[in-house]
């Protein structure tokens, strides 16, 4: 059984960084065919926030690009997202998301972003 376990998330003043994380237990990261995180704020449906395939293509929704980053890390078997210039409208509860196969993907628990303005 995978489990993604979430950890980083917390209260910064708009216009700070952070670091989210996403330990992969029960598989090995390298394996998956993207690794991805989303969010949902309030009242909306979940979004897609940044994706990477497992050759390395990486993708970002305009709302967030230039201020996240993700990233993989085969050796901790982790990913994570960095988050920069942070703004109070990317508070919501973040998810990571790992996709193996096209009947199976992953995700995170859920850790909580806010930003103070």
């Known amino acids: 059984q995978v489990q993604l376990v979430e950890s980083g998330g917390g209260l910064v003043q708009a216009g700070g960084s952070l670091t989210l994380s996403c330990a992969t237990v029960?598989?090995?990261?390298?394996?998956?065919?993207?690794v991805a995180w989303y969010r949902q704020a309030p009242g909306k449906q979940r979004e897609l926030v940044a994706s990477?395939?497992?050759?390395?293509?990486?993708d970002s929704a305009d709302s967030v690009s230039g201020r996240f980053t993700i990233s993989r890390d085969v050796a901790q078997n982790s990913m994570s997202l960095q988050i920069d210039s942070l703004k109070p409208e990317d508070t919501a509860v973040y998810y990571c998301?790992?996709?193996?196969?096209?009947?199976?993907?992953?995700w995170g628990q859920g850790t909580q972003v806010t930003g103070s303005s």
């Open positions: 990477v395939t497992r050759d390395g293509r990486p």
């Open positions: 998301n790992t996709v193996w196969s096209a009947e199976h993907d992953d």
């Open positions: 029960g598989a090995r990261i390298f394996t998956a065919a993207v």
